[in-house]
């Protein structure tokens, strides 16, 4: 099923590594607590290293400056037995390994791609800080929409920067935030030559103002009043109308 993406992303055999990364790891090299051990203990059925690019392998450059060091990069794959906590494993695996992460978690016939934005600890150098994490939606690939079949297709690392390693991690990054503005608007193809900045800054306020329409909607569950309920179906109205306005904004 996995075999899917990889093929995909048309990764080189000599980048393959296919070991398992035990638990046990995070347990000793991170300051876990009890909540968190206990989440991978039972949330993870199993973590392995697929993948390793580095100048070796793929005959690109390594990027370190003062605040960023992107000499290799690691695909990890997380086999969940409960995709609930999805996001609280993502930002401890993140924290844990310092260099730049790809994971692919996996969850029965779907899969959710994360990755994240890494500076040089100034404080102790062999850290990374986390400042941004961006997370795909989940994907069946047993039954891929069109945009997702789409994205898929754009994971071609092949078709990434190799003017070094952090522009060929940006070059991942790019794809994820693409994908995520086309669940919004239903094509990925017709939003790859947009600025992604402008993407971005238009999905944000999108999210924005879903967030402010599941918020309404609950208040209006518990509104008894009738005039306060009119009031906030009109305002709930008002937010879909420019709502929709930013999301012909992203088609266009």
Known sequence: MMDKLYEKMNIP????????????????????????????????????????????????????????????????????????????????????????????????????????SKRVNKVDVSKNTVEDYIYSSWINVLSLKENEEEFLESLNIRNFSFANMYKFYCSFVEKIEIFNASVITGGFDNLKNKDIEQVNALNNEVESLNNDIKRLRLELKKEEQFNKRVDINIKIKRIEAKRNELIEKLKA
């Open 13 to 116: 055999a000599e980048c393959e590594v296919g070991n398992t990364i035990f638990k046990k790891l995070f347990y000793e090299n991170s300051n876990m607590s009890t909540s968190d051990k206990n989440i991978f203990t039972n949330d993870i059925e199993k973590i392995v290293w697929r993948y390793s690019f580095k100048e070796e392998n793929l005959n690109i450059n390594p990027y370190k400056t003062e605040d960023l060091d992107y000499e290799e990069i690691a695909v990890i794959e997380v086999l969940l037995s409960d995709d609930k906590k999805y996001r609280k494993i993502a930002e401890i695996i993140q924290k844990s390994i310092p260099y730049p992460l790809i994971l692919v978690f996996v969850k029965g016939d779907n899969i959710l791609l994360n990755a994240a």
